[in-house]
């Protein structure tokens, strides 16, 4: 231990008196562990514990109640949104519980069950609104509840202004005042309530979802005034039944008497009729029999994927901040060595020296790390209400989790020490002699170095390669909660990159080679580059580092947008307007006229009907189109019924033929494999689901973009002359000008007031996501290149204060010297670029690859099209133009050097 103090008592006073070299080291060190210790505070902070998810989901209330699906049974988790499963049943086979959740009234119901002297708060989710804005109409979710009392506090939370307690006072979230323009005090109108404006009072937050948009009125002043606004509108009043209870999203929040209770028997009685019970005894004393959260197909696998994108990029963001501090501990190795000398002549020996350099990568490591850790967590504290509105949610509270942050940290200690370690085995291996005479021998790499160099960077690639495609999907975590596919992946890549750096070496000594065809200065810049391979190897590492990481990020980001282009289906021509109903044929008049008052300029309206195939009273199916055998099985789809302008609006296409064949009473197909001989073949499913096919005369109709979503096309007369029936299905308009986003939204909330089953879109096409995040990712990445070419060469042209000095001596005039060390930085920094550019493909190549592994029909991994030449060519041509000017105008007034 007395020799550790020593050492590190050397480290110390090294790294005080050079201060700047030291800042630095430990500001590379402490960013990526602020960083770290950011991310995983506020992830810590963002897990809400079961007492803190009560407190969102009913608030100082003792339950919530939902209506899921009266008279069905169901399973649940001890939260519903964790999980809820119908449980199959014969509809004559109905249980007693079902037969009376179906014929009670809900709220009569819930009195039987509960205990006795319980309290039911309704707490149902109202319909969309319309309001009016300065600029027209804005939707709103509506919700009623009385403020004025705690029972809705964590749920629902006054943060200013007053709660509602007179007529027609309502509240509304920050987004709806945002949106709006609106303040506390100023009146609001509902569409259809125009007769009874709301006075805002206050402002309310959802700590779960920050951002939506929601007026808060009193129990019974909007509900009942929206229904009464639909009888007018012509449709039916809502009814207090089971059914309708259940698709208006009926809820009750539960008060319960002194000294009553709701287990987990309870939960499953309610579950027996269809009701949903989150009750908060059961989420602080959860049972274990409780079903398990069932995950959607694929998610499992789209979690490890993004596992190991996150898994690459923070290995690969510490190899950066390993190599990019490696020749900050080199200068200090080299500046040191006499001192180093000494100590070895005093009787130290190699290995003695090696710790010497060891020991200021712990002190500065471990610097950084305490910094890094520190400030990341007051960064988070200082701007945490920036974060949660930035995430929508707020944190149940700030949690620094010990384990975390000091494995975090310990992380950034092992970075500082990967870096010193390439410098201490340099140190331990210079000879006392050469250390005392301040000289600097030049080494011969071996022969097999770059050999090694081609292995390494072979099986690095094959490692990626098969975590991306080979390694086994969801297997266990084998280290640090990584399974062997990602571990695979972030292996791979990190050989990559250290594979290249062996190649180093061998391409110094042929550039040393080149010197001698070259004029004086480019002559003395080469030769003095491979000369120093010591020096100048942590150098290349640095900058091959930085552009490693930046051309995996801009490679990856542009693969996945053109991957993600390239699997996007069209469900309609782009800028189209689609209605689809769903059991709400009855509201499409009502529907049609509500849409272009909303959109007055949809141009011309294609109605949309669906064939229907009656083999028996209350029997029928959906009539499809056979379109051949695809991997082995019959491909079938449902048959787009519709006249000529359906041609024109959901094909996009004007064909006179076309046209003139559906109205003759042929089909119109788009998709070849619907084409059989020249007919088009129906296919109806009767009793027992035996097939009956009916086959149309047809014609083909090029359109290769609406075969995946009108693959045949029929006229309405047609499929009635076949004694079929004929149901509205919705519509569908293709406007000339693009429809404006708050336009769709008015439009929406029409359509889900009227029809609350009924689907209402426009079609976007497809949209990058995440553009934000990825430009910024993209600077950073951008920032820190170009700050390693200009530190790494700054580094080792401080490095090379004595070459300069001998250049003076004899007579080099300083635009030699400016040459010669602009040349020495560009080469450094066309070494690192080109290399680093190599190294970026691996991981971005094998993330890219692991995106589309076992997907039928998957887009290419990676188009050369698609990859960001231009970006590619900044890195490799510019940067090295750049690092060379900013190395000859470097202010070069060199002072004497003392053999």
Same mark, same amino acid.
């Given at each position: 231990m007395s020799a550790w103090r020593a050492v590190l008592r050397m480290a110390r006073r090294d790294a005080l008196r050079a201060k700047g070299r030291s800042a630095l080291v430990v500001a590379m060190i402490a960013l990526p562990v602020l960083g770290a210790t950011g991310v995983d505070v506020v992830h810590r902070s963002g897990q809400l514990s079961a007492a803190e998810r009560s407190d969102r989901l009913m608030g100082r209330s003792d339950a919530l109640i939902g209506a899921y699906d009266p008279g069905r049974s169901i399973e649940q988790a001890v939260f519903p949104a964790d999980g809820v499963r119908t449980l199959p049943v014969r509809p004559d086979n109905q249980t007693p519980e079902q037969k009376r959740a179906i014929g009670t009234e809900p709220t009569v119901l819930l009195g039987e069950l509960l205990p006795k002297g319980s309290t039911l708060i309704p707490a149902r989710t109202g319909p969309v609104a319309s309001v009016q804005t300065h600029d027209g109409l804005a939707p709103v979710d509506t919700f009623e509840a009385d403020l004025t009392g705690e029972l809705w506090q964590g749920r629902l939370n006054l943060v200013s202004g007053r709660a509602p307690a007179a007529a027609h006072e309502a509240a509304a979230t920050r987004a709806f005042l945002t949106g709006t323009g609106l303040r506390i005090g100023d009146r609001v109108t509902v569409r259809g309530l125009e007769s009874t404006p709301f006075t805002l009072t206050g402002t309310v937050e959802l700590p779960d979802d920050l951002n939506k948009s929601e007026l808060v009125a009193r129990p019974g002043e909007l509900y009942q005034q929206l229904d009464a606004a639909q009888v007018t509108a012509g449709l039916a009043p809502q009814n207090p039944g089971a059914e309708q209870a259940a698709a208006n999203k009926a809820a009750w929040l539960v008060r319960l008497p002194a000294g009553a209770s709701l287990g987990w028997e309870q939960v499953r009685?309610?579950?027996?009729?269809?009701?949903?019970?989150?009750?908060?005894? +059961?989420?602080?004393?959860?049972?274990?029999?409780? /079903?398990?959260? =069932?995950?959607?197909?694929?998610?499992?696998?789209?979690?490890?994927?993004?596992?190991?994108?996150?898994?690459?990029?923070?290995?690969?963001?510490?190899? =950066?901040?390993?190599?990019?501090?490696?020749?900050?501990?080199?200068?200090?190795?080299?500046?040191?060595?006499?001192?180093?000398?000494?100590?070895?002549?005093?009787?130290?020996?190699?290995?003695?020296?090696?710790? +010497?350099?060891?020991?200021?990568?712990? +002190?500065?490591?471990?610097?950084?790390?305490?910094?890094?850790?520190?400030?990341?967590?007051?960064?988070?504290?200082?701007?945490?209400?920036?974060?949660?509105?930035?995430?929508?949610?707020?944190?149940?509270?700030?949690?620094?989790?010990?384990?975390?942050?000091?494995?975090?940290a310990a992380v950034g200690m092992v970075t500082a020490l990967l870096a010193a370690l390439l410098p201490a085995l340099q140190a331990g291996r210079r000879e006392v002699l050469d250390g005392l005479t301040d000289r600097d021998p030049v080494r011969r790499s071996a022969r097999w170095t770059p050999l090694l160099g081609l292995a390494v960077v072979l099986a690095g690639i094959g490692l990626a390669l098969y975590g991306a495609v080979a390694a086994p999907t969801g297997g266990m975590p084998v280290v640090a909660g990584l399974s062997t596919r990602t571990l695979s992946v972030l292996g791979g890549a990190t050989l990559a990159e250290l594979g290249l750096l062996l190649f180093t070496p061998l391409l110094l000594a042929l550039l040393g080679r080149l010197a001698r065809l070259l004029p004086v200065g480019p002559r003395l810049a080469l030769r003095d580059t491979a000369r120093h391979r010591s020096r100048t190897g942590p150098a290349v590492a640095a900058v091959l580092a930085a552009v490693a990481g930046a051309v995996a990020v801009g490679v990856h980001t542009a693969g996945a947008e053109a991957q993600d282009r390239a699997s996007y289906r069209l469900e309609q021509p782009v800028g189209s307007v689609r209605l689809t109903l769903h059991g709400d044929a009855d509201t499409m008049p009502q529907l049609r006229t509500a849409i272009v008052q909303d959109l007055p300029d949809l141009g011309e309206r294609a109605d949309l009907y669906e064939a229907n195939y009656v083999f028996c009273e209350g029997c029928s199916s959906v009539v499809s189109a056979e379109g051949g055998q695809r991997y082995g099985r019959d491909v079938t789809r449902s048959v787009v019924v519709g006249d000529a302008k359906v041609l024109r609006n959901l094909l996009a296409v004007r064909d006179q033929a076309a046209e003139t064949a559906l109205l003759a009473g042929k089909a119109v197909v788009t998709d070849p494999s619907y084409l059989h001989d020249g007919k088009a073949v129906l296919r109806m499913l009767?009793?027992?689901?035996?097939?009956?096919?009916?086959?149309?005369?047809?014609?083909?109709?090029?359109? /290769?973009?609406?075969?995946?979503?009108?693959?045949?096309?029929?006229? /309405?007369?047609?499929?009635?002359?076949?004694?079929?029936?004929?149901? /509205?299905?919705?519509?569908?308009?293709?406007?000339?000008?693009?429809?404006?986003?708050?336009?769709?939204?008015?439009?929406?909330?029409?359509?889900?007031?009227?029809?609350?089953?009924?689907?209402?879109?426009?079609?976007?096409?497809?949209?990058?996501?995440?553009?934000?995040?990825?430009?910024?990712?993209?600077?950073?990445?951008?920032?820190?290149?170009?700050?390693?070419?200009?530190?790494?060469?700054?580094?080792?042209?401080?490095?090379?204060?004595?070459?300069r000095v001998l250049l003076s001596a004899i007579g080099a005039r300083p635009r030699t010297r400016r040459t010669v060390a602009g040349l020495q930085a560009g080469l450094i920094s066309l070494l690192g670029a080109l290399l680093g550019t190599i190294s970026g493909f691996v991981p971005a190549y094998a993330l890219l690859r692991s995106r589309v592994a076992g997907e039928m029909g998957a887009p290419p991994v990676l188009n050369p099209a698609d990859v960001p030449w231009a970006t590619i060519a900044l890195f490799a041509l510019a940067l090295p133009v750049l690092a060379g000017l900013l190395g000859a105008l470097r202010r070069d007034a060199p002072a004497g050097w003392r053999g």
């Open positions: 009685e309610l579950n027996r009729y269809g009701y949903t019970l989150a009750s908060r005894q +059961v989420a602080a004393h959860p049972p274990a029999d409780v /079903p398990a959260v =069932e995950e959607a197909v694929g998610a499992q696998d789209a979690r490890e994927r993004r596992l190991m994108t996150v898994a690459t990029t923070a290995a690969m963001a510490l190899l =950066e901040v390993a190599l990019l501090a490696g020749p900050a501990f080199a200068v200090g190795a080299r500046r040191a060595r006499r001192q180093l000398a000494l100590f070895g002549a005093a009787g130290g020996r190699p290995g003695h020296v090696r710790a +010497v350099v060891l020991g200021g990568g712990l +002190v500065l490591g471990a610097a950084g790390a305490v910094l890094g850790t520190v400030v990341g967590a007051a960064l988070v504290a200082v701007l945490r209400t920036r974060i949660e509105e930035w995430g929508g949610s707020r944190f149940g509270g700030l949690t620094l989790n010990p384990s975390d942050l000091l494995g975090i009767g009793n027992n689901m035996e097939p009956k096919d009916v086959t149309v005369d047809a014609v083909l109709l090029e359109r /290769p973009a609406a075969q995946r979503y009108a693959p045949l096309v029929i006229s /309405p007369d047609t499929i009635r002359g076949l004694g079929l029936k004929v149901v /509205p299905a919705g519509a569908i308009w293709l406007p000339t000008t693009p429809v404006a986003d708050k336009a769709e939204q008015r439009a929406a909330a029409t359509v889900a007031r009227l029809a609350p089953h009924s689907e209402f879109g426009v079609e976007r096409g497809f949209r990058p996501q995440s553009s934000v995040v990825q430009v910024a990712l993209s600077g950073f990445a951008a920032l820190v290149v170009l700050g390693a070419a200009v530190v790494s060469t700054a580094l080792a042209a401080d490095d090379a204060r004595r070459e």
